[in-house]
């Protein structure tokens, strides 16, 4: 059905409904992801600055390399089974924040007005980063096996099967790294098609263009930091990121799928 907007101009109920259905759909997303990266920073960092458990150190002793090993490997597993809820929750909200990061982004094409490039890579970048970075976390999830139940003391003759056991969860985070730290560069080349499709755009603020280039270089940093394992660096550009750049940018996008045209 058509209805006449003004002179000459004809706007079809149907196209209305389905903006005003994607603005709602990219509103209630882009909030998701912002809480998303905001609780998964959290407990990150819980986990970083031993505020639930403190992390057990190696200790050197006259026992023996191996039995020093399988010992500190026992106090590992024993703090990671004590913050296991907080590993499942932040890996599993982590890549809940970047599905829905990725609905973000297709709400805002619909919003944009063109055909620009940065309009459709947008979303390719999005998507391809975001389900690389989700993965990333899901993978650090099977380190949950070795977790989610106490080990208890070690048994007689047992030191070369704890160790074992403990590279073998080394090995899968290593695994997760550089993944994670190319998800989060990918990502950024998405948020920064976003600035620019928004500071190119008719009726959106600058502002939010602005927001998302800052949001975009210091995701690479972060990336950065990832693959040079700089712990410190980590933490504080995590910190930025996932806990103020990134949820500001998202409820920003949010706010104005909201005003804008089609909105509910």
């Known amino acids: 059905m058509d209805t006449m907007a003004g002179p000459g101009t004809v706007v079809r109920v149907a196209d209305v409904e389905d903006e005003r259905a994607w603005a709602r759909i990219g509103r209630i997303a882009a909030y998701i992801a912002a809480i998303g990266f905001l609780a998964t920073t959290v407990l990150y960092l819980l986990d970083v600055y031993d505020v639930l458990d403190p992390t057990p150190a190696f200790v050197q002793t006259s026992a023996g390399e191996l039995q020093d090993e399988a010992h500190f490997w026992a106090a590992i597993f024993a703090h ?13 909200l982590g890549p809940i924040a970047f599905v829905a990061l990725i609905i973000v982004g297709i709400a805002l094409r619909r919003r944009i007005d063109g055909d620009r490039p940065e309009r459709q890579l947008m979303v390719t970048f999005l998507t391809v980063g975001g389900v690389v970075a989700a993965i990333s976390s899901l993978a650090y999830l099977a380190n949950v096996e070795f977790w989610r139940l106490p080990w208890g003391a070690i048994p007689k003759d047992g030191e070369t099967s704890i160790v074992a056991v403990g590279r073998a969860t080394t090995a899968i985070d290593n695994l997760t790294i550089w993944p994670e730290a190319f998800g989060y560069v990918v990502v950024a080349l998405g948020i920064v098609c976003i600035g620019s499709a928004v500071r190119r755009g008719t009726g959106m603020p600058r502002r939010l263009g602005t927001l998302a280039y800052v949001t975009a270089g210091t995701l690479v940093a972060l990336a950065v930091a990832t693959a040079m394992d700089a712990d410190n660096a980590r933490s504080l550009l995590a910190l930025a990121v996932g806990a103020v750049l990134a949820p500001t940018l998202c409820v920003s996008i949010g706010r104005m799928l909201g005003r804008g045209p089609g909105a509910a």
């Not at 990671?80 to 599993?92: G, S």
């Open 80 to 92: 990671q089974h004590a913050i296991v809820w907080d590993v499942i929750a932040r890996d599993t």
